[in-house]
């Protein structure tokens, strides 16, 4: 693919995790955020108690990423026009522990009782992840994938998981904990990719980039790498 092609090309973050925004602006890429509206707890039960726990995260990151191309593709997307050549990202992770998935806590009662359950523990962060090619106002390619790492919970005590329940920051992250926040003093490591645990793996994006003719060393140069802040893994 020729610089002047891929200069063209328009990333596009189908998510509302900071987290995930943070990623892609610290490693180079400034994309434009679309959160779609897929309903994941219908599309998880349509999926039945028999499915693979990679399949249900990547089915969910394809969900995604579709609902935001087809957006796009229908002309409901402002900022950018159906015939934009771009790449749409569409992630989703889940905590798997004890052979079930973890999601959103929600609750500091759910929050609490999760943490009291993985303290001195190791849980796998199961992470989707699928990129749609868009180009002349259609699909032109699709790639997707799962990335899995294993997460080390410190033995936290009461109080520290009290505390930490309290400021929130639980509630509404995959699996109840963060890597790059407050919960970050609760893990005691990681074995394999770090920015897969945040949200997004870098590597396995990459990869996804490569598969459908797209090169992320070209998206650096018409990037606006300007750090974030704050943290989710949604």
């Keep these: 693919m020729s610089p002047n092609a891929t200069d063209r090309i328009r990333v596009v973050l189908g998510s509302a995790s900071s987290g995930r925004l943070r990623v892609l602006r610290s490693a180079g ?19 039945g108690s ?4 990679d399949q249900v995260v990547t089915t969910l990151a394809q969900a995604k990423a579709t609902a935001v191309a ?25 905590l798997l522990i004890d052979g079930r998935l973890v999601g959103k806590p929600h609750t500091p009662e759910r929050a ?19 990129v749609h090619r868009l180009s002349g106002g259609a699909v032109i390619g699709v ?12 033995d936290a005590d ?7 329940v309290a400021t929130g920051e639980p509630l509404e992250v995959a699996g109840g904990f963060t890597i790059d926040g407050l919960g970050g003093w609760l893990i005691d490591g990681v074995d394999g990719d770090p920015s897969a645990v945040v949200g997004i793996g870098l590597p396995l994006v990459r990869r996804l980039f490569a598969d459908l003719d797209v090169s992320v060393a070209d998206l650096w140069r018409t990037a606006r790498a300007t750090p974030g802040a704050a943290t989710a893994h949604q």
């Design 29 to 47: 890429i400034d994309p434009t955020v679309i959160v779609s509206d897929v309903d994941e707890d219908a599309l998880i039960e349509s999926l």
């Design 50 to 53: 028999d499915a693979a726990p």
């Design 70 to 94: 087809q957006r796009i593709l229908d002309g409901a997307v402002e900022q950018i026009p159906a015939d934009t050549d771009a790449v749409v990202i569409g992630c989703d992770s889940m």
């Design 112 to 130: 609490r009782t999760h943490w009291r359950s993985v303290r001195g523990r190791s849980g796998e962060l199961m992470t989707g992840h699928c």
């Design 143 to 154: 790639a997707s994938a799962a990335a899995v790492t294993t997460v080390h919970f410190s």
């Design 158 to 164: 009461d109080a520290v998981i009290d505390a930490y």
